[in-house]
């Protein structure tokens, strides 16, 4: 009887000092980790205004037009609306496609 005594608490001492059992210890493969990243600090960086123009302007010969697709890319709106402006008065003979949108 002392012998069963002695065995039970030796292996009771031994369970508690492995820890609990895990699932991982049954063959049951652990939950996926989901890990959040923690929020990042972006600087203030100005704004980058990208112009996009289209438009077409008459020239001498008949049937045959002047046409611009051109890009720029400006510090400010004011500075994009007025490029936008001065393009639109040289090739207003055919409406395009006109723009300034902010990319940064």
Known sequence: MNRRRLLTAALAISAALTGPLS???LGVPPPPV???PAPVLVPVVP???L???TGGAR?????VMDWRD???RFPSRRECLYWLHALKR???AQ???KTCLPIR
Request: aromatic content about 20%.
């Open 23 to 25: 699932a991982a210890d």
């Open 34 to 36: 989901v890990v959040a």
């Open 47 to 49: 704004h980058i205004w």
């Open 51 to 53: 112009g996009h123009f």
């Open 59 to 63: 020239t001498a010969i008949p049937g």
């Open 70 to 72: 051109e890009f720029a």
């Open 90 to 92: 040289l090739y207003r």
């Open 95 to 97: 409406e395009g496609y």
